[in-house]
């Protein structure tokens, strides 16, 4: 692996595994929330007043990001995904992407690219409507709804642990979803027990994803090294070439 291939795996992994929170604050920083004097203040940075010059700023760097990032990083990989379709069992693709589609089976190489088109859908609803409407509520239990039943029935996942805990995950979050909105009026008891076995249920989901995620971050460490390790090798070159 040379020295660019390493630095361009490394990169596009970062890119991905920071997306969603990136995109999620991007979007966040295009909202505002009324106080009830009647002042209005950024959601992402309450103590900035959505009014003024330094408004204007953050909301332009903000609709940058949401074009660039949230809109552009799904473009790139998917365009990237197309363009090697044919070659993705090559070394090459491999070392390049093959963080993105190798858990997939090869017929649904682009799964990837769809869990981020998700994801994305999930953070405008809850943009578009506010995190406490009850519109934004049925529209993210309606993605995850259809996203547990096309995990369930494509099983896109090369090993069956992982399509095990796609789908577990996705339920989990629908449970606790429901459960927070039919015990919204119930008793404090109630609600304390519900609580509590929703909080064991996603310790238990964290846990697990923990160790699978453990194991998926030898990934990033050796395209470190091996960018690190090329960057020493180049460095020594270039240093004999001058003392020549």
């Known amino acids: 692996t040379t020295f660019p291939q390493s630095c361009l795996r490394a990169g596009l992994y970062t890119l991905a595994i ?35 010059a330094r408004r204007r700023a953050i909301l332009g760097l903000a609709a940058s990001g949401v074009v660039f990032h949230a809109i552009g990083v799904p473009a790139l990989f998917a365009s990237l995904l197309w363009a090697g379709r044919k070659q993705l069992h090559t070394r090459k693709w491999q070392v390049m992407l093959g963080f993105s589609f190798g858990l997939y089976r090869p017929s649904l190489y682009y799964y990837g690219i769809a869990h981020i088109g998700r994801n994305l859908v999930l953070s405008i609803c809850l943009f578009a409507f506010g995190r406490s409407s009850a519109m934004a509520t049925l529209l993210v239990w309606l993605v995850l709804q259809q996203s547990l039943v096309v995990g369930i029935v494509a099983q896109p996942y090369r090993s069956r642990m992982e ?82």
């Open 163 to 244: 399509n095990t805990l796609h789908s577990a995950s996705t339920a989990v979050v629908l449970v606790s979803l429901s459960a927070t909105v039919i015990m919204d009026g119930a008793a404090d008891d109630a609600r304390a027990a519900v609580g509590a076995l929703l909080l064991l249920l996603n310790t238990v989901m964290m846990a697990t994803f923990t160790l699978v995620w453990l194991q998926r971050f030898r990934t990033v460490r050796d395209a470190t090294v091996q960018c690190m390790r090329a960057a020493k090798r180049g460095l020594r070159g270039a240093a004999k070439r001058v003392r020549r």
């Open 18 to 52: 920071t997306y969603l929170p990136v995109a999620s604050v991007m979007i966040h920083s295009l909202t505002c929330s009324t106080d009830p004097v009647g002042r209005s203040w950024m959601d992402a940075a309450p103590y900035i007043e959505c009014i003024g």
